[in-house]
């Protein structure tokens, strides 16, 4: 099963030093920590591939948790559709679908009550939902965007850093051959990131972190009743593996 992010042609290397970057972060100040993130936000993208849409969704969610639901399916259309942010198949470019967040927005649900399929995909949004959405995006403040790339030789402490300053990180990711039934052990968790790979990408919300664990709170788009909550923890060797292609933290 795909989850509809495109993976990029030009995929980065990962640095040699990540695991010494990641102990280190971890031996000065081995802690955890999680977002407050409301039930609201797990959703379900169904038959519909717009798993992008709905990790910055969710991100926007914790951002802002005074605002009601919002909608994913406005943010894919418009990124697919008016921006032409996808690919043939219609799977998000990540980079694309951070910049209709940046200009466009996302609306409330309720201005975009449109179900997770095709058809649904394709519903014009009407003229209240486009201009809620202008102020529910995630605008420049000057010359600087409000979204920022990995920037450390380790994915795992770059995350830390941001989880602990309350921004939730997004990541683009290839999907092992298991997903969704059989990649997690008996704890919801990813552990190795030697495990055979698919050619499948998708995109994941990470909402905290447990150096306990050696991994990271992934909140997946398939539903609360899927995996643990909604959400399953991707192993701090996978993190810095080439299993994640994209990283973003959202700012407020």
């Given at each position: 099963?795909?989850?509809?992010?495109?993976?990029?042609?030009?995929?980065?290397?990962?640095s040699e030093s990540a695991g010494r970057v990641r102990s280190a972060a971890i031996v000065a100040g081995a802690s955890s920590?999680?977002?407050?993130?409301?039930?609201?936000?797990?959703?379900?993208?169904?038959?519909?591939?717009?798993?992008?849409?709905?990790?910055?969704?969710?991100?926007?969610?914790?951002?802002?948790?005074?605002?009601?639901?919002?909608?994913?399916?406005?943010?894919?259309?418009?990124?697919?559709?008016?921006?032409?942010?996808?690919?043939?198949?219609?799977?998000?470019?990540?980079?694309?679908?951070?910049?209709?967040?940046?200009?466009?927005?996302?609306?409330?649900?309720?201005?975009?009550?449109?179900?997770?399929?095709?058809?649904?995909?394709?519903?014009?949004?009407?003229?209240?939902?486009?201009?809620?959405?202008?102020?529910?995006?995630?605008?420049?403040?000057?010359?600087?965007?409000?979204?920022?790339?990995?920037?450390?030789?380790?994915?795992?402490?770059?995350?830390?850093?941001?989880?602990?300053?309350?921004?939730?990180?997004?990541?683009?990711?290839?999907?092992?051959?298991?997903?969704?039934?059989?990649?997690?052990?008996?704890?919801?968790?990813?552990?190795?990131?030697?495990?055979?790979?698919?050619?499948?990408?998708?995109?994941?919300?990470?909402?905290?972190?447990?150096?306990?664990?050696?991994?990271?709170?992934?909140?997946?788009?398939?539903?609360?009743?899927?995996?643990?909550?909604?959400?399953?923890?991707?192993?701090?060797?996978?993190?810095?593996?080439?299993?994640?292609?994209e990283a973003y933290a959202l700012l407020p």
């Amino acid at each position: 099963m795909s989850g509809g992010y495109s993976i990029p042609e030009a995929v980065p290397s990962v640095s040699e030093s990540a695991g010494r970057v990641r102990s280190a972060a971890i031996v000065a100040g081995a802690s955890s920590y999680h977002l407050p993130v409301s039930s609201r936000a797990i959703v379900d993208q169904q038959e519909l591939q717009c798993c992008v849409s709905c990790a910055l969704g969710a991100g926007m969610e914790v951002l802002h948790p005074a605002w009601p639901a919002l909608a994913p399916v406005f943010h894919y259309y418009i990124t697919r559709y008016e921006q032409g942010g996808a690919d043939e198949d219609g799977f998000l470019y990540l980079k694309n679908a951070l910049q209709t967040l940046a200009t466009a927005g996302i609306c409330r649900g309720s201005l975009h009550d449109y179900p997770f399929t095709s058809a649904g995909a394709q519903t014009r949004p009407s003229s209240a939902a486009y201009e809620d959405a202008l102020g529910r995006a995630l605008a420049r403040r000057g010359l600087r965007n409000r979204y920022i790339a990995r920037s450390s030789s380790s994915t795992t402490a770059w995350i830390r850093d941001q989880l602990r300053v309350n921004c939730p990180v997004v990541l683009g990711i290839r999907l092992p051959l298991g997903y969704p039934k059989t990649f997690l052990n008996g704890r919801f968790e990813w552990l190795d990131p030697d495990a055979p790979g698919s050619l499948s990408g998708h995109c994941v919300l990470v909402v905290g972190y447990s150096d306990v664990r050696q991994a990271v709170r992934i909140q997946d788009s398939r539903g609360q009743s899927a995996f643990d909550g909604g959400g399953w923890w991707m192993g701090y060797r996978v993190v810095d593996s080439p299993v994640v292609l994209e990283a973003y933290a959202l700012l407020p």
